[in-house]
C-alpha cells in the first residue's frame, strides 16, 4: 500500500498521495462521503499522480471557509470535487477528459 502523508499548509490539514507523476502540482477539496471524490481520488491513484487532498468535511469550521473562498475567488462553484492545478486550474467536479488534458495524461 502506498504511504500517505499528511501536511499542513496555513495550518490547513492536506492529505499527500505520492505518485510518480509529479509534473503538475495538483490539490483536490473533496468531501469525504462523496462518490464523484472517490471516483477521482481513484483515477488519479490509478494514472499515478501525485496529488494532495483536503475532505472539507473533516475540516474545522476556518479552514471549510478559506477553502469556500478560494474556490469562489478562482471563478469555481462550490460543489465537490474542486481541483486546483499549478494554482492556475480549477476544474469542478470529475471532469476525466479535462483533468486528462490539464495532467497531460
Request: aromatic residues 8%; hydrophobic residues 35%.
Amino acid at each position: 500500500m502506498r504511504e500517505r502523508r499528511i501536511v499542513r499548509w496555513e495550518r490547513m490539514r492536506i492529505v499527500k498521495v505520492p505518485g510518480k507523476n509529479n509534473k503538475h502540482r495538483v490539490l483536490m477539496y473533496a468531501i469525504s462521503t462523496c462518490a464523484w471524490c472517490k471516483l477521482t481520488k481513484n483515477f488519479l491513484k490509478d494514472n499515478n499522480i501525485e496529488y494532495g487532498y483536503v475532505d472539507i468535511d473533516l475540516s474545522d469550521g476556518e479552514d471549510r471557509e478559506r477553502i469556500r473562498r478560494e474556490i469562489l475567488k478562482r471563478g469555481g462553484r462550490l460543489s465537490y470535487p474542486a481541483i486546483i492545478i499549478d494554482d492556475k486550474i480549477l476544474i469542478n467536479g470529475f471532469r476525466e477528459d479535462k483533468i486528462k488534458e490539464t495532467l497531460e495524461i
